[in-house]
């Protein structure tokens, strides 16, 4: 039988202000990387038309 799921823990202080920067300046990547990573979902996607992830 599975465990049971944990709460995330609530980030305060330093660890707080160090995740919000990262969510406000994201780590670019190049065109072909994205154009890559697209092209992968969407081939999962076709594949698993069926998943709810994919509605």
Same mark, same amino acid.
């Given at each position: 039988?599975?465990?049971?799921?944990?709460? *995330? #823990?609530?980030?305060?202080?330093?660890?707080? @202000?160090?995740? &919000?920067?990262?969510?406000?300046?994201? *780590? #670019?990547?190049?065109?072909?990387?994205?154009? @890559?990573?697209? &092209?992968?979902?969407?081939?999962?996607?076709?594949?698993?038309?069926?998943?709810?992830?994919?509605?």
């Amino acid at each position: 039988m599975a465990k049971p799921i944990k709460d *995330t #823990p609530v980030l305060r202080g330093k660890d707080a @202000e160090r995740f &919000r920067w990262y969510m406000e300046h994201p *780590t #670019p990547i190049s065109k072909e990387r994205h154009d @890559e990573a697209l &092209r992968i979902f969407n081939i999962l996607k076709a594949n698993n038309a069926d998943c709810e992830l994919f509605r």
